[in-house]
């Protein structure tokens, strides 16, 4: 009898996480699951590898659908908690890792920000399939472990997209997958696959404060233009549309420029 695949899950929003377990249920069904998520909240971390992080590993326990599961909370990032359960916790290399369930929308230029994206480029990496999952959810949610949020339908796309990485290669070119889910979507929502908006989803906002030696934090807000919007972006998808958007990701930035453009740009006088 072949092996059951094995199953790496993280995210950014910490061990405590409905969306942790939410996606913990549905891929169990799949193959073995092993839970490792930061300690702490680390949304916004991006693919960061902080010195600061102390790498304690702690085992706890939980109990899923009635069962109890040994997991494991991490001092560190998103991407570094990937990488302590790839090197230390697992047996082997896992089959597949999965990144989420996200609070929040992971959209456009914006995802180089996002630690849910991050753990997923960080295992990708190391040429493991992975899939970044993302569920629309109110601000006030972003930074929380509301048990308000429903997870199943992001659940289920969770476990529908993870199976396709466990059963076939990704095309070439592509490295990790990345799904978005509407707020309001149900199992039977339609997906498509999009491609990053060349706007900016999130923008910073300054911090409020009266003083540069009080601390504050910057803030975000969403702010786009659906009306000049492309139509096959991962922004009109899910806000437009309201369908699943799934964008194929590479972890080349090299920008898709000819070298006679590159030496024109060099040698042009202005």
Known sequence: MPAKPQILLTNDDGIRSPGLWAAAQTLS??????VAAPREQYSGAGRSLP????????????????????????????AQTALHAM?????????????????????????????????AMESASLGVPSLAVSLQTEARHHYS????????TAAHFTAFF???????????????????????????????WTRLSPQNYYRPLRAQRDSWSVPARLGYEAAFD????????DV?????????????????????????????????KS
């Open 162 to 192: 993870g199976r396709l990485l466990l059963e076939r290669p990704l095309p070439p070119g592509v490295d990790l997958l990345k799904v978005d889910i509407p707020s309001d979507a149900v199992p039977h929502t339609t997906w498509a």
């Open 87 to 119: 090197l230390e916790i697992m047996p082997r290399r896992p089959d597949l890792v999965v990144s989420g369930i996200n609070y929040g929308e992971n959209l456009s230029t914006s995802i180089s920000a996002s630690g849910t994206v991050g753990a």
């Open 29 to 34: 069904r799949l193959g073995f699951v092993t």
């Open 236 to 268: 009109y998808a899910l806000l437009k549309k309201r369908i699943v958007s799934v964008t194929p990701l590479t972890l080349d930035f090299t920008a898709r420029v000819t070298p006679a453009e590159l030496e024109r740009f060099a040698t042009e």
């Open 145 to 152: 472990n509301s048990t308000e949020v429903d997870f199943l």
């Open 51 to 78: 010195a600061s992080s102390d790498g304690v590993i702690q085992e706890e326990q939980v109990e899923v659908n009635g069962q109890p599961w040994t997991v494991y909370a991490v001092g560190g990032s998103p």
């Open 226 to 233: 659906l009306e000049h919007e492309p139509q096959d972006t």
